[in-house]
């Protein structure tokens, strides 16, 4: 009995680090940064991966009990992959907790931002949510992000039509932006 949870384990990590490399190497396509004005700096490519982890959640949200738990575990490696990141730039082990604790806020009030705006279809507010977390400097000349909230659009349907297979084997793809 034990040896079967230990091997349901070891596939639930395969399972795992199949989709976030599948969603994170989805949220370094370079078409975000050249041509959907997302900068390409370490807050940048946090906006990015927040954003495909939120479409991947919304989809999952409404899977059954497995599909749920495969997105708790990528939640988790997500986090992981925060605090790494940050100990990487030089943060001490003193200040990661508080940085990953405003990371983590950032990344649920994002949630919630986006979250409205897709419910609703609402491009404009999802641009403008999308604006005002990418340039959040106050008086920025900030690009328009309409572009990438008509990727977010077409992707939240998208990931609605997958089936829960997909979810389960934890093979969920987003289209890349330049051909969605």
């Given at each position: ?37 997302v900068p390409d700096t370490v807050m940048g490519r946090f906006e990015m991966l927040s954003a495909v982890m939120i479409l991947f959640f919304r989809r999952t949200r ?119």
């Open positions: 009995m034990i040896f079967g949870f230990l091997r349901q384990k070891k596939n639930n990590r395969i399972i795992v680090d199949r989709q976030y490399s599948a969603l994170t190497s989805m949220a370094r396509d370079p078409f975000f940064y050249t041509d959907l004005n409404s899977s059954e009990r497995s599909g749920q738990e495969l997105a708790q575990e990528i939640v988790d490696a997500f986090f992981q992959d925060v605090d790494h990141s940050i100990r990487e730039l030089g943060v001490g082990d003193q200040g990661v907790p508080k940085r990953m604790k405003k990371l983590a806020g950032m990344f649920y009030g994002r949630l919630e931002a986006y979250a409205a705006a897709l419910d609703t279809g609402d491009r404009p507010m999802l641009a403008e949510a999308l604006r005002r977390n990418i340039y959040p400097e106050p008086g920025a000349d900030a690009p328009d992000m309409h572009g990438l909230a008509d990727w977010m659009m077409k992707m939240d349907g998208y990931l609605a039509s997958r089936s829960e297979d997909d979810v389960t084997a934890g093979k969920l793809s987003l289209l890349p932006p330049r051909s969605a």
